[in-house]
């Protein structure tokens, strides 16, 4: 159902229900939910917090949740086994849960300029109990929805959660910055040149290379490493990406580059997020270290290709 369609009907129901039942119209209430924060810098979006803002809620039976969704999220209830990419479809934008065990998917959504809106309605007949809103995408990503019975008290009103979600994004987006100064502080071995791919904590991440330019001499190997970012993963691609989003992800080209053809690290994730995105099994592997040797002088750009929309690129320059 379209976004449109779904707010006609809504409307449409909400008028039927005041004059059928005043008090089940009076009780029904919709909360606000922030599904991911952006930062900006001076070029636009340079990464965010991979959290729900408040993390835990109690609403009523019948209640809905508008999330609202900034960056690439995919909402989910019970989430179905199998590799993450079985679940990206066709996007939903909205859904009612109607029983504990029911699977909801909301596909990945919040990728546009102005964030999507998933509704999520807690059927009046669920059981009371406490239900669990993930993000597929990002490990630790949770929302803590305690469905009580209509009539029962409530802990909190919608300005409290505003305002514990304000706090919360605030010092996310801060975390932004401050992992992106540490990650241009924090050195490797001295004598391995080395390039962090995203920088980040539990909560945020900055979806950049550090150092985004790094000089060395023909015959030098720069490792690229994915320890420093644990809700994002990447890739290190260099050359020309591969028109499919599979083989994007699978590694190609060895471990050393001469500035032709493409050379690709595959997907670099950690072990936690290797089981989170359930891809044991896949053609895909678990690293989170890609070594390239560079064997020519020049300067060669690189992507990742899960982010280099929103510039998260880098280059090599290597000399004689
Ligand atoms: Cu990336």
New binding site residues.
Partial sequence: MGRIASFALAAALSVTGLFASPALAASAHTWSVQAGSIAFGSAGPVGGGNRFYPAAVSIHQGDSIAFNVFGAHLLAVNRPAGPIFTLFGPPSFSATLTSPTQAVNSSIIGTGPVPDTFTLTFASTLPAGHYTVICGLHVGMTETVDVRPAGQALPKTDAQYTSEAQKEITKDLDAVADAAAKANKKTADANQPTVW??AGDKRVTN?RFFPASITIKVGQTVRFVKTQDPT????VTFGPESPDPLIQLLPSGGNAYDGTGTTNSGLLSTRRQFAYFQLAGTPLTQVTTFDVKFTKSGTYPYI?E??DEIG?VGQVIVNP
């Fill in positions: 791919a995203g979806l994002e993963p990447h890739t990742c899960l982010h998260m």
